[in-house]
Each structure stands twice: as C-alpha cells, then as structure tokens.
C-alpha cells in the first residue's frame, strides 16, 4: 500500500478546489440590478485611492471587470470602451476597468494602448468579491456592471462578448438619459 492510499479522499479534493475557484465559482453570486453600490475603495493605474461610492456619486460607470491585462480578448474589450470613450462620456458616464493584475501591470496595459479610463488593481480580490464576481485560477471572470449617479447598480452584463459589448453598454447609457 503506497502513502497516497492511506489519505482520506476528501482531505485531496479540498485543498485542490480552493485554486481553482474562490467565493461563489459561478455568475449565481452576481449583484443584482438594484442592489446598492458597495463601499469599496480600490488603487488605479496611477497609485490614487479612489472611493467607488464617491466616483460614481459624480456621473454613471461602466465598471467592467476582467480576466488580463494585455490578453488579446481583453485588450479588445479595453480598446473598444477606449474608441468609444468620448460617446460613453457624452452619454454622462465614466469607466473603470478591474482586474486581479497589479498597478505597475496596469499601467503598462493603459500606456501601451492609451486608454484614457482607469484601471483598479484588484490584487486581494475585494473588488471582485464585493460584486460577487467569479474567481478562477487567480483571474476574474469578464462582467460589465453599469452603476447608477444614484448609487445602485442600473445593469448587469454576466456574459461579455467583447465584440459587441461596448456597442449594448452605450445603447444603454443613452437610454438611461
């Protein structure tokens, strides 16, 4: 009998399922449209500390969450909301962009592809927590919440297709004017 044997088969299966998933591993823990904002406070692409509740008291947000910096479908979405970021503004909102990356990673994303929006280096996680949002292998799900000057939650896009996601998230924004 070898000393894998003797192990009970639970005490395997736990410690693997905690790196694959953290929190709920699915969309099911999600804000809803209508919950409030939470009060979180997270650091941007260029160190400053920034209160959600305070940012978003300001105008509507496109708080978009996603996997990696510098990855091909998150670089399209990225450059995408940048290409429209003058029609999001005109339409009375902002946008925040978060991942589990860090600032210096950040920074380097923003710089390369001038995205003039900033991005929350959600290192712990607690921004994705907060939201519900799913995290599986160290990287956040891809989930658009737009928030609301009122500070509740206006929509929820769980499933993001980076190829038509900035045209819906603009098309709602002008509705909610």
Known sequence: ??????????????????????????TDCLLH????????????????????REFVAQQH???????????????????????SFELIREAGADVLGVSTDDTV?????????TLPFHLIADTDHAF???????IT???AKRVTFI???D????????????TSHTASVLAYLNALR
């Open 1 to 26: 009998m070898d000393k894998f044997s003797r192990i009970p088969f639970p005490l395997i299966i736990v410690p693997f399922s905690f790196f694959i998933s953290f929190g709920c591993g699915n």
């Open 33 to 52: 449209e209508g919950n409030a904002i939470p009060d979180i406070r997270g650091t941007t692409t260029d160190g400053t500390r920034i209160s959600l």
């Open 61 to 83: 947000v496109v708080l978009y969450f996603y996997p990696k910096d510098d990855t091909p479908g998150c670089t399209k979405e990225a450059c995408s909301l940048r290409d």
């Open 105 to 113: 990673t950040h920074k380097a994303f923003a710089e390369k592809y």
């Open 128 to 134: 994705a927590n907060a939201f519900g949002v799913p």
């Open 137 to 139: 292998f160290g990287l």
């Open 147 to 149: 928030l609301g000057k």
């Open 151 to 162: 500070g509740t939650i206006k929509k929820v896009y769980p499933n993001v297709d980076v």
